[in-house]
């Protein structure tokens, strides 16, 4: 055991994914089996920068009965937030401006009055990016891959990704028969802004006729063709899968809201800008369902819970190791650690080369560029 250590804490940021409860539980327990304490931070880091909004004072001890019966929760029960990045946090000026101040030394001076030895950061890019700054400012971090997206680089998958794509392919399920029956164009759109892992994966799961991902800029004459030459085959209806970071061939991605301080841009839309153009296109009748948030929230599949429960423990066997400025990546046969400095700022699309894309043209499946 690392005698080094004698109190660890938690933290959640970026957007909630299932899972994160597994892994709060799975590192609260393997941590206190060693006789350490464990924190857990309210909303990323606001728990340290605004004690006075909680009535425990924003952290607060983990014990077993506050991390009982959690693993199959969604959502998280330290709260996350994707605002107020302490590297560059924005504050209000006396005159009304905005302008961001670098706050990691104020949470380096918790650590050290609180007598903290070390923090386990959950979260995707974002966290993992502060996370690697406040390691190389001598904090001792872990840090534990989550985003629904799946495009955390140097990990095999993410926990919340086989959640959000089992439960996009369920949609696609009941929408077969509606858009069978009314013989319809439904277009789903799904989250993935850079990166087009739950399109992909859940539209060959779910039989989509077309699927559209950031990595391949599409031409919607050619999804039109394909929706022809399914009518032509006595097939009348037609699914199309969108992510939301799809991009046009001579277009663009769609905008919802653009970056702002403090604020990563926020996409949506593309579903709408498809099913317009299919519909001027074929003339049949089209539809839009955005799934949107709804992919974040709910139980975690058996899968993501035990990808969750591992990381956790892995993060806290990382410590104990001595390791510090990782991520626990989970690989095949174990779990890796990795450079933080190696993950973040990078993301992980899907690979144009892979067996999983490949299997979708095997199988015919439109992908907007042939």
């Known amino acids: 055991m690392n005698s080094s250590i ?7 940021g970026g957007g909630d994914a299932p899972g994160l409860n597994a892994v709060i ?14 924190y857990g931070i309210r909303e990323g880091f606001n728990g340290i920068f605004f004690p006075e909004r909680y009535s425990d004072g924003g952290v607060f001890r983990l014990t077993r009965d506050r991390v009982r019966g959690i693993t199959h929760l969604g959502g998280t029960i330290l709260g996350t937030t994707n605002k107020g990045n302490p590297c560059h946090f924005p504050l209000k000026m006396p005159d009304g401006t905005i302008r961001e101040v670098d706050r990691t030394d104020e949470i380096l001076e918790f650590f050290a009055k609180r007598e903290l030895d070390a923090l386990i950061s959950v979260g995707g890019d974002g966290s993992l990016t502060i996370a690697n700054a406040l390691a190389e400012k001598g904090l001792r971090v872990v840090g534990v891959p989550k985003t629904i997206d799946n495009d955390l680089d140097k990990t095999f998958t993410t926990f919340g990704f086989d959640t959000a794509v089992a439960f996009a392919t369920e949609c696609l399920d009941r929408l077969h028969s509606t858009a069978e029956s009314h013989q319809r164009v439904m277009v789903v759109e799904v989250m993935g802004r850079y ?23 599409f031409d919607l ?16 209806y037609s699914l199309v899968m969108v992510a939301e970071g799809a ?46 948030h709804l992919l974040r929230g709910g139980s975690p599949t058996s899968f993501d819970r035990l990808a969750a429960l591992r990381f956790g423990a892995a993060a806290v066997r990382a410590l104990d190791e001595g390791q ?9 046969n174990g779990v890796n650690y990795v450079p933080l400095a190696e993950v973040a700022g990078r993301m ?4 144009l080369d892979g067996d999983t894309l490949a299997t979708a043209r095997d199988l015919g499946i439109c992908m907007g560029d042939d």
Do not use: N
């Not at 539980?25 to 464990?38: D, H, S, Y």
């Not at 990166?195 to 800029?217: D, N, Q, R, V």
């Not at 004459?221 to 399914?230: G, L, N, Q, T, Y």
């Not at 991520?327 to 095949?332: F, G, K, N, P, R």
């Open 6 to 12: 004698r109190r660890v804490a938690i933290c959640t």
């Open 25 to 38: 539980r799975a590192a609260t327990i393997a941590a206190m089996g060693k006789g350490w304490e464990v």
């Open 195 to 217: 990166a087009g892992w739950i399109a992909l994966h859940a539209g060959i799961s779910g039989s989509a006729h077309t699927i559209l991902i950031p990595e391949i800029p």
């Open 221 to 236: 004459d050619k999804v039109a063709a394909k929706i022809r030459s399914r009518d032509l085959h006595g097939r009348m």
């Open 247 to 292: 991009l046009p061939r001579d277009g663009h991605r769609m905008l919802a809201a653009a970056a702002e301080t403090g604020h990563a841009e926020r996409l949506g839309g593309m579903g709408e800008l498809v099913a317009k153009g299919l519909q001027e296109r074929t003339g049949k009748d089209t539809r839009v369902v955005v799934l949107g």
């Open 324 to 332: 510090r400025g990782v991520m626990v990546a989970l690989a095949i």
């Open 348 to 351: 992980k699309g899907v690979p």
